[in-house]
DNA sequence: TTCGCTGCAAAATATTTGCATTCAC
DNA sequence: GTGAATGCAAATATTTTGCAGCGAA
């Protein structure tokens, strides 16, 4: 499928290339409206379907009920704040040994795997 | 809070418990209404939060938009089917030393993680 | 008897679908 | 012009809340 550059998607895009860590679709939908882009919620659906779809976002859920997303970036994992909410990176580690483990144990083929560490971000331990 | 062994209760924590995989509400509720005991929907969320919040279960999310419960176990992982949906699980790693890395270099306190592996069961792959 | 549990109705939240119209290329 | 994107309304899926009555301990 041919991808179209409208307002909406660039709109939608920047706002995921300029985010500091996932956002979910309300968020997003909160930013437009507040550049005065009423883009409809539909709309922003679609396009997180369509790029994710296309592989340019990556998908998270952080046990609140609802996917995040962010552009797409290298392989990292997520340090997610109990207290505070916010999510920041951490470098990836490939897990490479534990992979083959599983492999050579389970007969699993991984494709992809997905790390989050819950707890308290240096700022709220205080 | 004092927590008391109601019929419903008792059904839903022992489907829980024979589950060979983490389970979500509509399974429950299906299985309920199998056996005939037309528990509500509600009482089964209410369940599930109680025994959650009470250290009894465990939840996840595996990107389906909805949450998973098991009983909780030793400490370990999930491998996700992409194509049949099975469930299995993988003997815990604890990541220590990633951890104490993450500790050291950006002084986030980790209380969990939670770790799933996406791909091929061995069935899958043939 | 008390406090937790349940059912029913309704609401809240997150996401998807149908359809007609509009727009990017 | 064609296929993709959009808006609106409506629907679906998951989960939560209010309230009155019931039941386990």
Redesign the interface.
């Known amino acids: 499928m041919q991808l179209k550059n409208t307002p909406a998607r660039a709109a939608i895009s920047n706002f995921l290339i300029n985010s500091k860590e996932p956002v979910d679709a309300l968020q997003i939908i909160n930013f437009l409206h507040s550049k005065k882009l009423n883009t409809n919620k539909v709309t922003v659906y679609r396009n997180l379907d369509v790029l994710y779809k296309n592989g340019l976002l990556d998908?998270f859920?952080f046990?609140e009920?609802?996917?995040r997303y962010e552009f797409k970036k290298n392989h990292h994992h997520h340090?997610v704040?109990?207290k505070c909410g916010r999510v920041?990176d951490?470098a990836g580690?490939y897990?490479t040994d534990?992979?083959s483990k599983?492999r050579r144990?389970?007969?699993?083929?991984?494709?992809?795997?997905?790390?989050?560490?819950?707890?308290?971000?240096?700022r709220c331990?205080k």
Do not use: A, D, P, T
């Open positions: 998908r859920e046990g009920g609802k996917f340090l704040c109990n920041e951490v580690e897990l534990l992979e599983i144990q389970n007969g699993f083929l991984i494709k992809s795997h997905s790390l989050e560490f819950y707890g308290l971000c240096r331990q």
